[in-house]
């Protein structure tokens, strides 16, 4: 069974960029929010840190701006830099408009302010330690509040349609997409004037992450297969303190944590971050994450420790509190017990190429949030950029949007998708095998450090189950779990093929075979096959 549906504007992810979006697009326009699960289930929901702006008199846009070029190696664009830094206050105070109510200074109205690494001044705005939470469900409620907005749940994208897809001479445009509805597994046809991929990262390509389930990449595959640029795909963020736990999945120590004075140590509590930077815990997350991984690999340790006991357990359970509750549960009490942890993957740095409207390569498409490659993170995003880029550019898409609404129309019918000549698989174990090789293997040979033989390594691997798995999803009918493994492969070859092409070691891209910078930094562009 098959529907067809249409929207004047289709936003493919439910988090702060796509939520912000829907908020910021006017009424009379219908738009349609998908969410892969509940609409809750977005990586914004689950940060912890904050939203990083210029507020405070003692800070400026210059320092800022100065504080990510610097974290970034060199491979920020500036214009992005600064658009996104100087636009900050004004999504601050939206935010504060729609109801996020950000902690503010003891016997204050002023919000409290945090440090986290790379920043020269304390500019994060928080909500306790579950900022993307309290954001969340604003946005939320805000969102469900509108009669022209619909969030429809248990939806995953499949694939984008355009003109040229169809077959449609002139001008490439997007058209839509083909949606699988989780609920009834057929497979809708929703037609847009206007489609915005907001739906993260793919950091569950590896076998360790702080990202929740969704984050396969799926926005960065479909823009790809499309027929957008790609690039610095190579630097994938791995946050250096993810909880080591046998019992705990994926939970995030926040960075907030040693802005306030939290040491890393090593199994014996010496410190050693002094020894890797003069800034020690506040380096930014790269240098932080490899000396961890060179103190565990030297040491053969399986983790080091976090510890911020030294400070009163008042000011703690304050600042923490839920990390304090949440962390009890495994029998770690933070305010005398230093905390495990071992870096994770947690962030896509590159991804589809945009400009300052959030546009990419195709008309009509938008990609916003850690989809995108604005410019803005380099080889290495600073703490707390990322929530901030997502509501400056969400906003960007929603003006240009407008200024172009009138000079599309739907009048072009979309076929419905066509499952006539697949059957229902009979080996969903391949699926589950070829996603467990994929994460080990990019673990192991794409991960923090790398070398050229485990990138070609890596690269054999990843082509060979991008044609297995091609085959499987041109005779079976397809999954959910299909779809994720599809995009993940799709993206982890990218990345590997961005890495062999960066002959330098650059922010989060370390190699041994190339240990130098260049001197003259360039982005790594990826076309796809036309």
Known sequence: M????????????????????????APHLRVAVLSKSTVTEASTYYAQGGVAAVIDDTDSYASHVEDTLIAGAGLCHRDAVEFTVEHGPDAVQWLMQQGVRFTTEDSSDEPHLTR???HSHRRILHVADATGLAISQTLIQRVRQLENVDILENRVAVDLITRHKLGLAGENRVLGAYVLNRDTSAVETVQARFVALCCGGASKAYLYTTNPDIATGDGIAMAWRAGCRVNNLEFNQFHPTCLFHPKAKSFLITEAMRGEGGILRLPDGERFMQRFDERGELAPRDIVARAIDFEMKRLGAKHVYLDI???????????????????LNF???ITRDPIPVVPAAHYTCGGVVTNLHAETDIPGLYAIGETAS???????????????????FAKAAAEHIHEHETNVDLSTGLPIWDSSQVRDPDEDVVISHNWDELRRFMWDYVGIVRTNKRLQRALNRVQLLRREIQEYYSNYRISNNLIELRNLVLVSELIIRSALNRHESRGLHYSLDYPHSQAQPEDTILIPPR
């Open 116 to 118: 986290e690494g790379g």
């Open 2 to 25: 098959t529907s067809t549906s249409s929207y004047d504007v289709l936003i493919v992810g439910s988090g702060a960029a796509g939520l912000t979006l829907a908020l910021r697009l």
């Open 374 to 392: 604005t410019g803005l993170h380099g080889a290495n995003r600073m703490a707390s950029n990322s929530l901030l880029e997502c509501f400056v």
């Open 309 to 327: 006991s030294h400070r009163s357990a008042e000011f703690i359970r304050g600042h923490f509190p839920m990390l304090y509750e949440h962390l």
């Open 331 to 333: 029998d770690i009490d």
